[in-house]
């Protein structure tokens, strides 16, 4: 693949903070230690939290941290240089290899949590009000909402070693059949993540027509299969919710999400009702590509030719100027990334597509990966990653176990990041054209973000509750609820392709956590709230937000957002923040409606 030069070709991250080298024979020295440890902590405590005084147990969980902290620091470091380079096998045999230990160790530790949550209410809440378990006392009250949800010890080891070769076995087998998945495209043989990006590259209909024929035609063949795929995944999170109490298909996801049921729902309900956002936004896009009607294909089509390429320098320097301009602490903070080189942003054959940052690794700072190609996008996914980064430096303090977020919350700082540098991109330019580009981009990213997984999550409500009520799906059914979702929420706006009926089959997040996508809707939409609020209230906002991120995971989201003056139990709360969505339409349109 020809890349532009950008100067990111040789902006590659330094691993020496984890360890050495893959042979650095600390690796093996810390997993037998850990795995030792793991052995003596359960002969030591198993049988007897209950009989522990607070400030034993606080000795326990610190050990507890301890074993933890040294599984993930070893596997992480395994997972980032398999990241960098997934040819070569030794890599991924390393990767292997850590996490046969790690489930070795884990398994060892299972019976501390199973424990904790059976122990009666009046002795746990006798423990968690004592001082002398203050550190830990959130993470231990928030661990005992499993509790009318477990097995027993044994049952619940024979269901962890068996998931080895059950839903985790079938997810890796997706993953694979999606990897090894070729597109003839013209002649040209390309992954489906290469075909795909080529839909928000191509500015001529035809084309992308074209591009979404050799998607579909290369979606088909393995279609059964994958349908096979999915059928046993909503087959077993039946099994699992029978099995374990849970009321609902989405009820286990809202729990590890520390989301209640009811608050869940009303966020999917206020997003719901408000699809005449969507609906507005890509009747206005279809006017200014100059079509009548945009397509399912067409959504992500560029408003002109994507031009020139931002250098790595420009790009650095903007969002560190962004974050700068927020708060020179966050600016610092984020600065250390590039000069510690924390960022691995070198285009490579081999390195994984898409971006990250690692944030849980205990003792050492984040680490963030991307693939720079020097177009405006790639700028906001540095600063979006980056913004992971800052919270994760700045919740470390905490420790593992309290520094790590929900799901629900992850998205808060990243998001907030690319809002502060979209602004910098647009104070850069003058040219109307350009700006409209460039707040139909941002517009783009918001719809797919917020929308696009509500009516994905309705998909997931829909085929979870069809497989419970009419047994195993037929791949025609299953592409009936998705097209019936996709067109309650693009309404008249668009056209639903009959070949876009099976895109469902390529989304591994259906697969692998189900339920996990109405995640992303709650983040954005929160993080949008708080940046809202900094445009209105400046200064004050800064060190009420940074304290935010400094609490980690440290207490239930709804705390924290309360904390900032939010209750995301409200229905309100979601309607102000899709309503900013709505704005961003309106300035479109208002930039549209000069150019004409
Ligand atoms: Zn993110």
Redesign the pocket.
Known sequence: MATAVTGAENVEWDLHDLFEAPDDPRIDDELDEAAAAATAFRERYRGRLGELSAAELNEAVVELERLKSISTRVETFARLRLAADSSDQSRGALVQKVRERNTQIETELLFFDLEWSGLDDGIAERLLVDPALAQYANVLRSERRYKPYQLSEPEERISAEKNLTGAGAWSRFFNELLSDLRVDLDGEDLSLDETLAKLSRLTDQDERARVAEAVTGALRPGVRTRGYILNTILNERAIEDRLRGYSSWIAARNLANEIPDEAAQSLVDAIVARYDIPQRFYALKARLLGLPKLRDYDRFAPLQEVGGTIAWDEARDLVLDAFNGFSPQAGELVGRFFERDWIDAAVRPGKMLGAF?ATTVPDVHPYVLMNYAGERRSVLTLA??LG?GLHGSLAQELGLLNASTPLTL??TA?VFGEALTFERLMEREDDPRTRLDLLVGRIDDAIATVFRQIALNRFENAIHTSRRDEGELPVERISELWTREQERMLGEAVEVTEGYGIWWSYVPHFIAVPGYVYAYSFGYLFSLAIYRRYLDEGESLVEPYLDLLRAGGSAPPAELASRLGFDIGDPGFWSAGLDAVGTLVDEAEQLAAQLD
């Open positions: 940052c979006h990653e992971h992850a998205e990243s």
